[in-house]
């Protein structure tokens, strides 16, 4: 039967007319359509990766890695802004020289390598580099985020940096093989530690210049205060132990035995936000220490792994990272039991660890 050519043509106008007159969709529905965006973690766990370069990113939510970031040669040490936008890390081009090596024979530093990266936490890569010194190792920042207090380690000394300009302000000597660096809570004085002195010299960050140095034991690693700033924990490597210092006075009060020296070599060191546990990594002593603030005894210790290095708590505190060097992991320690609840792949050779609240 042949069509109507009336009835044809007006199909497709009505067709038209009734899309033409449906509702455009509103904002909710078109959002609702799209897809959902990846929700940020409430914080992220930032490794920096000595032997491969690069620093590895874990979402602290989910325990997995979401990103490994290029940085430069040699990343160890590795702190964040207050503000949680940028991520320093520590760079050199001075090839490793473990104890028992003859620095003869490794090949030139490069010191073109030399630097503190600044990781910007929105962009994931390294927005900066400043130039900080020789072979720069470990670092804190001033209160005010202005300055980075930097150990120099084959020049035995403390540059104090401004960020902003990127100049050295100050260059002081604290001993040979100084490595750890810590600013007191008061934000007025910076312990740096020197493993070849076996001291800690306590610098005046207001006058730049060293107010005293004294020993606390063999080759002192890390430090960390009170909340309160009367009292810092130093761990000594080659004593197996830990020492506690008096920091209004600047002077040893006692030693925590960890362990046999030799067996148990302390490195670093975190403490809770309450202050009431320092927690203490013993690198190839393969253990995690929990130290009772109040007694000053070990009150519970892990296994984590072959060489823990880096330690950082969650913001929480419920969660405790250790950097974990030979293994190439990072182990998440419940700090409540101490007790080792998973293991996360990140670059080679895992030496620092920083936790990174969302703003």
């Known amino acids: 039967m042949m069509k109507h050519p009336l009835r044809s043509a007006i199909v497709p106008v009505l067709a038209l007319a009734a899309a033409s007159c449906s509702p455009a969709p509103t904002a909710k529905q078109e959002q609702a359509a799209a897809p959902a965006k990846p929700a940020r973690p409430s914080y992220s766990v930032y490794v920096s990766n000595e032997n491969s370069g690069e620093v590895s990113v874990i979402d602290g939510d989910k325990l997995e890695l979401t990103a490994t970031i290029p940085v430069g040669k040699r990343p160890r ?86 960020i902003a300009a990127g100049t050295t302000l100050a260059s002081l000597p604290v001993g040979g093989e100084p490595e750890g660096v810590t600013t007191s809570p008061d934000g007025k004085v910076v312990y740096v530690t020197s493993e070849e002195d076996g001291t800690v010299t306590a610098v005046d960050v207001e006058a730049r210049k060293p107010l005293r140095s004294f020993r606390t034991g063999r080759r002192p690693r890390s430090v960390a205060f009170l909340s309160n700033g009367t009292r810092a924990y130093v761990t000594n490597e080659n004593d197996g132990g830990v020492t506690l210092v008096d920091s209004v006075k600047h002077q040893v009060i006692r030693q925590i035995k960890l362990g046999e020296a030799g067996k148990v070599k302390p490195m670093h060191v975190a403490m809770s936000a309450d202050g009431n546990t320092a927690y203490v990594s013993s690198g190839r002593g393969k253990k995690l220490f929990a130290i009772d603030t109040a007694t000053n005894a070990v009150k519970a210790s892990v296994e984590v792994g072959t060489r823990p290095w880096g330690v950082a708590l969650s913001p929480n505190n419920k969660l405790l990272f250790a950097a974990d060097g030979p293994a190439g992991e990072v182990v998440v320690v419940d700090a409540a039991t101490m007790a080792v609840t998973k293991r996360i792949k990140a670059g080679k050779g895992p030496w620092g660890v920083a936790v990174v609240p969302r703003q």
């Open 77 to 162: 040490g590795i702190h964040a802004s207050r503000d949680g936008r940028v991520v320093y890390v520590a760079l050199s081009g001075s090839p490793a020289a473990p104890p028992g090596v003859d620095e003869s024979t490794l090949p030139p530093p490069d010191k073109s390598a030399d630097g503190v990266g600044l990781i910007g936490v929105d962009e994931g890569k390294v927005v900066r580099t400043i130039k900080c010194g020789s072979d720069p190792e470990q670092f804190d920042l001033s209160l005010d985020g202005k300055l980075i207090f930097v150990s120099n380690e084959d020049d035995a000394k403390l540059s104090i940096v401004d």
